[in-house]
């Protein structure tokens, strides 16, 4: 059973909060187990780990902290936010600088009557069953390093990932496609499920 930790030690976006993430806390409970943490210490036991719009800086020990779960094998997912709203896309960059993953402060528009509502159907990675995700609110990212692209709009890459060890960092430029009102569009909620290893 997949072990999913949460963190909300740094201002993150809860999955605790029905409005906006009741349909994926559902999705987690029904396949595998949470774990929400206020302490990033309490993730050890996690298998695939979240941080959801973090807006708080991540102190050197406590990145030292995730690297280490990274090479001991788990998955870290860093999801921001188009225009770096609250600084979360500096956190994370921050954050995944020595994985090579850079988010920029910018927005993502495709075409269309909804520009913001980014339909992507380049996907490298997680896409078993996926064949579109609608990336609301996105921004791009820049990569350097071992990172490559693991989602891309045009000439803008909108997700990406990079080996650490025996474990992997996973980047999107939105948090905003697993919430309750996107999960349920294109592929979205299998995208997610993927991601979690659920």
């Given at each position: ?52 719009y ?6 050197d ?92 709009y ?14 992997t ?11 309750n ?18």
């Amino acid at each position: 059973m997949t072990v999913v930790g949460w963190d909300v030690s740094h201002g993150e976006f809860t999955v605790e909060d029905p409005y906006y993430y009741g349909k994926l806390r559902r999705l987690i409970e029904e396949r595998g187990r949470l774990i929400v943490a206020y302490r990033l210490e309490e993730l050890k036991e996690a298998d695939v780990i979240v941080l959801n719009y973090p807006e708080k800086h991540f102190s050197d020990q406590e990145a030292e902290f995730i690297y280490r779960l990274a090479s001991a094998g788990k998955r870290i997912l860093a999801l921001g936010y188009c225009n770096d709203e609250d600084g979360a896309n500096g956190v994370i960059s921050k954050l995944l600088r020595k994985a090579g993953i850079a988010l920029n402060p910018d927005l993502v528009e495709g075409e269309g009557e909804e520009p913001y509502m980014l339909e992507v159907t380049d996907i490298y990675a997680f896409n078993e069953g996926v064949s579109k995700v609608v990336l609301p609110c996105t921004a791009s990212m820049r990569l350097y390093g071992v990172a490559r692209p693991m989602a891309r709009y045009r000439h803008s890459i909108v997700g990406a990932m990079s080996n650490f060890f025996s474990g992997t960092f996973v980047a999107l430029g939105t948090c905003a496609f697993w919430d309750n009102f996107s999960i349920g569009l294109a592929d979205n909620e299998r995208f997610a499920l993927n991601l979690l290893s659920l």
